[in-house]
Nanobody
Framework: QVQLVESGGGLVQAGDSLRLSCAAS????????MGWFRQAPGKEREFVAR????????DYDDSVKGRFTISSDVNKNTVTLQMNNLKPEDTAVYYC???????????????WGQGTQVTVSS
């Protein structure tokens, strides 16, 4: 089992930045895609960004494109999400996820972290 542990959430003001980190352990060689998702109260979990661990290619939801950057360090088994120019609508619990050839769909991901809260005040 791959285990994922997120860190870096917090309370910030609109326009501020936050950096989320996710540390992976276990048989990470089985994982090709790492992603970040978020879930706001009363809403479904939604895709934010993903990266392919070997190639480093990235994919973003339109709502965060240009503001968020996902990156991974294969040697350290970590993936980060740099979030700039945060908006109140970014407020949610953010989850790190890992899967094999995963798309933007929640069900494609086999492993999930426990989540970290990001709150953006206006």
């Amino acid at each position: 089992q791959v285990q994922l542990v997120e860190s870096g959430g917090g309370l910030v003001q609109a326009g501020d930045s936050l950096r989320l980190s996710c540390a992976a352990s276990g048989p990470t060689f089985t994982v090709t895609t790492m992603g970040w998702f978020r879930q706001a109260p009363g809403k479904e979990r939604e895709f934010v960004a993903r990266t392919w661990r070997v190639s480093g290619s990235t994919d973003y939801d339109d709502s965060v494109k240009g503001r968020f950057t996902i990156s991974s360090d294969v040697n350290k088994n970590t993936v980060t999400l740099q979030m700039n120019n945060l908006k109140p609508e970014d407020t949610a619990v953010y989850y790190c996820a890992a899967g094999r050839y995963a798309s933007r769909v929640v069900d494609d991901y086999d492993y999930w972290g426990q989540g970290t809260q990001v709150t953006v005040s206006s």
